[in-house]
């Protein structure tokens, strides 16, 4: 269950500032760690705008997360340079590694794998982020290594 009212909280905050709607949405983040679909009707109404208008600027933005994320989060570049290098192959090997496909969170709750398009790593490619953390030049033989935090 969300509290609404924190919400409003923060969307309290955004609501007078011209252009405040994208950072309420990164408050709105930063407080439940994803923009709870509970929230959508205040934050609508705190900006006088329509949910299809809110929907809209989340679903734009790749940052913003409509759903929790899990625990661990790895982020694979999909972008021409990674792709080059390897990134697809890559990539199925690491659903299969971590068990969720790509874009999804695992039924548990413990990882989340996404799709991100450049880390402005190219040179390096392919790129690999794991809880915020980037890697370069990653394979599926280093992968396992590297999710587990063990040096690769």
């Known amino acids: 269950m969300v509290n609404t009212d924190k919400a409003v909280e923060v969307i309290n905050q955004y609501i007078d500032i011209p252009g405040g709607l994208l950072e309420c949405l990164h408050g709105i983040q930063s407080v ?7 929230t959508i009707d205040d934050i609508a109404d705190g900006f006088n705008i329509s949910r299809a208008e809110v929907h809209g ?25 990674c792709q080059s290098m390897g990134s697809r192959d890559l990539t199925r090997r690491v659903e299969e590694i971590l068990g969720v ?5 695992r039924v548990d709750g413990a990882v989340s ?11 390096l490619s392919p790129n690999v ?24």
């Open 32 to 38: 439940f760690g994803f923009v709870p679909k509970e």
């Open 101 to 105: 496909k790509i874009d999804e969170t």
């Open 57 to 81: 600027v989340i679903s734009y933005y790749h940052d913003f997360k409509t759903s929790p994320r899990g625990k661990k989060v790895v982020r694979i570049c999909q972008a021409e340079a």
């Open 129 to 152: 982020e794991i809880d915020g953390k980037l890697h370069a030049r990653v394979t599926s033989d280093n992968f396992e290594k590297l999710v587990k935090g063990e040096e690769a």
């Open 113 to 123: 794998l996404e799709t991100v398009y450049c880390f402005g790593n190219c040179a």
